[in-house]
């Protein structure tokens, strides 16, 4: 795997074996080096083949080696019950085989071919396992207008950071992101032509009785779809709200630790987040539209 590092075994070697030289046929490929201990360093670099040519003990010999450079970007999805979505890598080789699993199959489905199909409300763990590597993939499965504003959320990932044109095509403001994205679900958040500030929207919901929390909750607590409203420092708005994000779902990012995820647009673009991580201690208000 490109950007991996490894240390071949060497069959048949003793303690005072000495590996005298070790070459690549394609340095851009794949790099080896022999350290100041005498082991064998390869880093692989990009897609692509070379040969390997090493001098152990006096002889030498060769071996060609496959460099693959797949992409998962999946840390996280979200499914509609009773809908699918396909994960897949990008730049894998035609010849690769991938195993999938699900980690509760009462939950969510996975075919040989990486499409999922939600069974029940809950989140579980797909894994993909390639050439020895498992991939993973936090997989929540939602119902209702919540998770239809968070997928169409998710849609405009890399969509630019914009308070002036936050109401144009392609770019968005925090609040924009939130109101646009659940006004393509179907629900009106405050003024029905213009996205308001994010303050507003808080103030808003919070009138109608949407609100569901005051500080932060574990994400177990939470539903795709749920807005997150933070303080900033005395803009003088309602409650200094000055940032609000959407829930999308789990994230099991240190083993079976659930820190959950969000989307939001921030000086970066619209991007993903970890929900236990993003300015936790600055959240005000938590809303369920």
Request: proline fraction near 3%; include cysteine; charged fraction near 20%.
């Amino acid at each position: 795997f490109a950007g991996d590092w490894y240390y071949p075994n060497f069959e048949g070697t003793s303690y005072y074996s000495k590996i005298s030289s070790a070459t690549s046929s394609n340095d851009d490929v794949l790099e080896v080096q022999i350290s100041d201990w005498g082991d064998v360093l390869l880093m692989p670099k990009k897609a692509g083949k070379a040969t390997l040519k090493f001098t152990v003990d006096g002889l030498k010999f060769q071996q060609k080696v496959q460099v693959i450079a797949p992409q998962w970007g999946q840390d996280c999805a979200l499914v509609k019950k009773g809908k699918a979505k396909v994960l897949s890598f990008t730049n894998l080789p035609k010849d690769s085989e991938v195993v999938w699993k699900t980690s509760d199959k009462k939950i969510v489905t996975v075919s040989q071919e990486g499409k999922i199909t939600g069974k029940k409300l809950g989140s579980a763990v797909i894994t993909a396992e390639l050439e020895g590597k498992t991939f993973s993939c936090t997989v929540t499965i939602g119902s209702g207008k919540g998770v239809d504003a968070a997928l169409k959320g998710e849609k405009v990932l890399g969509a630019v950071y914009s308070q002036e044109k936050r109401m144009q095509d392609g770019y968005y403001d925090c609040s924009s992101f939130v109101w646009r994205s659940y006004n393509a679900a179907g629900l009106k958040l405050g003024n029905v032509n213009s996205a308001p500030t994010a303050a507003e929207i808080a103030r808003k919901l919070e009138a109608e009785g949407k609100a569901i929390a005051y500080e932060y909750i574990e994400p177990d607590q939470l539903k795709p779809g749920d807005l997150i409203f933070y303080a900033g420092y005395g803009n003088g708005r309602y409650k200094n709200i000055d940032h609000v994000s959407m829930y999308y779902g789990s994230f099991y990012s240190w083993g079976d630790i659930d820190s959950g995820a969000i989307i939001h647009a921030v000086g970066s673009g619209v991007q993903f987040e970890s929900y236990s991580w993003y300015c936790s201690g600055s959240i005000v208000m938590i809303a369920r539209p």
